[in-house]
């Protein structure tokens, strides 16, 4: 099985690359198009501003490969930024477009936060909870998770929220899936044991 | 409220985990790939790494041991001491750190905050602020506690904000190292000005000081140093007391 990390630009790559090493041995960290096609599985990691990351994708000639990937149907999975990139666009500094891969926009908690009752970033090891319908793979999903952000995605289709985590009594989503897409909102490369186990479970095709 | 974080703080000089009593006279401890691999799999939240002489003399060996560390430890990393320039942050990104902690650099070019912030973001950013009370005030620190500044701490955590950190590191120079208990006064004094996480450091010497640092709003995370490296304390016994006490 052919693994490509996506270099998204300035963040650790390192520890993912670590992770994914430990399930499967052909695991590479690639921005070129070409090789990105003929993945098996791709991870697309990211950190930092959603408009930086778009940047450098367009720059590196992927954005447009990837805004397609849902009809190339290789299983992708997008964790932290990653993941926010996936949904129609955000308000970081200015609106962004991101890839339009999943219905949602992603918004600044501060909007939830009117009250200052919580820190923002929203870091910590949360609990998350599984959405209806996806039960039966509560085993993999609902554990404590290593989550580090300061927006999060609102406007999302309830069937594609896998799983999430209450913060002033809003649903944060954690984990979401449309067909192939798969988005992590928090870090399975650094939530332990059961963070590689997603990781793992993902490559075998279980989430 | 969610759990505190407990982080273990491994202070190193060149090869070793040293522990030191308030930021000054050395003892090694243990070497930084075994520790942090132990406290890994006692479930500790997250691992601190500070390289308490590259200030000093102007060097950094930390790569090495993080590229090493990111083999088997699966939990975020930070990493601070010596980190002076943008070239000095990428090549700890690239070796695998998480965060990276700032101290002296922020202090003398705060700027330097904003452009670590637009490219790798506030999330990845920790300000390591060393504190301690001269004439009635909290002063900010730098250099391992050796070196004043005349700023005031609150001015200071506040630029830290706007300027884009995304954690405050605070250790209380005078607790440091001590196992006498944490700065609960330093503690009350921020809790309801700092808007972001903040790790405090410094003086944790059995579970009753965590149990006492509890009871204030806002521990959003905990760094324990020597009390892990002795063994005094286990993760396990902390975070079990945390559960216990997380709804105060």
């Known amino acids: 099985m052919k693994i490509k990390i996506i270099d998204t630009g300035n963040a650790n790559f390192l520890s993912l690359y670590r992770a994914i090493k430990l399930f499967e041995s052909n695991v590479e960290i690639s921005s070129d198009p070409r090789e990105i096609l003929e993945a098996d599985k791709i991870f697309l990691p990211g950190v930092g501003a959603f408009k930086n990351c778009i940047h450098n994708l367009k720059q590196k000639g992927i954005f447009d490969i990837l805004k397609k990937i849902d009809k190339e149907q290789i299983p992708i999975m997008g964790i932290c930024l990653g993941m926010q990139?996936?949904?129609?666009?955000?308000?970081?500094?200015?609106?962004s477009e991101g890839l339009g891969l999943v219905q949602g926009n992603i918004r600044n908690l501060e909007n939830i936060n009117l009250e200052k009752n919580f820190k923002i970033p929203s870091i910590g090891w949360i609990q998350t909870v599984s959405n209806i319908g996806y039960e039966n793979i509560s085993n993999i999903i609902e554990d404590k998770f290593y989550f580090i952000h300061s927006y999060y995605a609102v406007n999302i289709d309830e069937k594609n929220l896998v799983s999430y985590y209450y913060l002033n009594k809003n649903k944060i989503p954690a984990i979401i899936k449309k067909n192939n897409i798969v988005g992590c909102q928090f870090h399975p490369e650094k939530s332990s044991k059961q963070g590689l186990n997603l990781i793992k479970a993902f490559l075998e095709g279980n989430l | 409220m969610r759990p505190t974080r407990i982080i273990s703080r491994l202070d190193i000089k060149g090869d070793d985990v040293i522990k030191s009593i308030n930021l000054e006279g050395l003892k090694k401890v243990g070497k930084p790939n075994e520790l942090s691999k132990k406290y890994y799999k006692e479930g500790i939240d997250e691992i601190l790494m500070i390289d308490t002489v590259a200030t000093l003399y102007g060097r950094n060996n930390l790569q090495e041991i993080i590229k090493k560390a990111t083999e088997s430890i699966f939990v975020p990393i930070t990493v601070g001491g010596g980190i002076r320039s943008l070239e000095d942050a990428e090549k700890m990104f690239k070796s695998g750190a998480d965060k990276i902690a700032i101290n002296s650099?922020?202090?003398?070019?705060?700027?330097?905050?904003?452009?670590?912030?637009?490219?790798?973001?506030?999330?990845?950013?920790?300000?390591?602020?060393?504190?301690?009370?001269?004439?009635?005030?909290?002063?900010?620190?730098?250099?391992?506690?050796?070196?004043?500044?005349?700023?005031?701490?609150?001015?200071?955590?506040?630029?830290?904000?706007?300027?884009?950190?995304?954690?405050?590191?605070?250790?209380?120079?005078?607790?440091?190292?001590?196992?006498?208990?944490?700065?609960?006064?330093?503690?009350?004094?921020?809790?309801?000005?700092?808007?972001?996480?903040?790790?405090?450091?410094?003086?944790?010497?059995?579970?009753?000081?965590?149990?006492?640092?509890?009871?204030?709003?806002?521990?959003?995370?905990?760094?324990?140093?020597?009390?892990?490296h002795y063994n005094q304390l286990n993760i396990n016994e902390i975070k079990k007391i945390i559960n216990e006490n997380k709804d105060n």
């Open chain 1, 85 to 95: 990139i996936l949904f129609n666009d955000s308000n970081e500094f200015g609106e």
């Open chain 2, 105 to 228: 650099q922020a202090v003398k070019n705060p700027n330097f905050l904003k452009e670590l912030k637009n490219i790798y973001g506030s999330q990845a950013l920790v300000v390591s602020i060393e504190t301690k009370k001269i004439n009635n005030q909290y002063e900010v620190f730098i250099t391992n506690g050796r070196d004043r500044t005349n700023i005031n701490l609150l001015d200071w955590i506040k630029k830290c904000q706007d300027f884009g950190a995304g954690e405050i590191l605070l250790t209380s120079i005078d607790k440091e190292g001590t196992g006498k208990g944490l700065d609960l006064e330093l503690l009350k004094f921020v809790q309801n000005i700092v808007e972001i996480p903040i790790i405090f450091s410094g003086g944790v010497g059995n579970i009753n000081h965590i149990i006492e640092a509890l009871k204030f709003k806002n521990l959003d995370a905990l760094a324990i140093a020597k009390t892990l």
